[in-house]
């Protein structure tokens, strides 16, 4: 029986692919799910897939006013991560795929003014310290701000992983959005836990 050479780089592609297609898959049984499921992948995998996702479910201006605000050209759609990168390489599978007519880039830094150009921007729990510095940074250049902080949602923040026991959930600030140019597909805010107002204040429905 002939024995057959196996290319390892077709392999790794192989595996990439397979990922990419899990992801997707997973993704969709998140977005038809109801609110609190229980989708078993590793917490970063999993919010990977929200992020992924959340770009398919808000809209962006048209090309001229995204590059006018953000600097960022039109055909490019980038996820920046602040800091330290909690998702290893959870992102590594899917950069470079097309989502809502633009390809995803991956872009990690730990300097605002490099993450400027991002269209979402996640803002992991170990830069809790200058959220407000970024939220400030961030006002009005129509960048998704998403964390998983306790509070980040009435802070200034746009979307926010919370967990109701054992389950990644998230949580819209739509008073914060709606200070900008972006919209929000009203089937994400079904499956998202209203939040309303800034600071100690703001409520939740």
């Known amino acids: 029986m002939p024995l057959h050479s196996i290319n390892p780089h077709r392999r790794k592609a192989s595996g990439c692919r397979a ?32 992020l992924f996702n959340f770009a398919k479910f808000v809209e962006w201006p048209v090309a001229d006013s ?21 998702f290893g390489d959870a992102f590594d ?13 991956i872009t990690r830094a730990d300097r605002l003014q490099e993450l400027e150009a991002c269209q979402i921007l996640f803002v992991p ?7 407000e510095r970024v939220v400030a940074y961030f006002r009005g250049r129509n960048a998704l701000l998403v964390g998983e902080t306790e509070g ?26 709606e200070e900008t140019d972006l919209k929000v597909s009203a089937k994400l805010l ?15 429905r």
């Not at 297609?21 to 897939?49: D, M, N």
């Not at 802070?155 to 054992?166: K, L, T």
């Not at 079904?190 to 939740?204: F, P, T």
Request: hydrophobic share 45%; charged share 20%; proline share 3%.
């Open 19 to 50: 990922w990419a297609l899990a992801l997707a898959v997973a993704g969709i049984a998140l977005f038809r799910a109801a609110p609190g499921h229980a989708v078993r992948l590793p917490e970063y995998q999993l919010k990977a897939v929200f």
């Open 66 to 86: 995204v590059e006018s605000t953000t600097g960022h050209s039109s055909g490019v759609l980038s996820i920046g991560i602040l800091g330290d990168d909690p």
């Open 93 to 105: 599978a899917i950069e470079g795929q097309w989502v809502g007519g633009r390809i995803l880039a």
């Open 125 to 131: 729990s170990s830069e809790e310290k200058r959220l």
């Open 152 to 177: 980040f949602a009435h802070r200034g923040g746009m979307i926010n992983f919370f967990y109701q026991g054992n389950k990644i959930r998230f949580e819209v600030n739509v008073d914060v959005i």
């Open 190 to 204: 079904k499956l998202a836990r209203i939040v309303r107002g800034q600071g100690s204040e703001g409520g939740v």
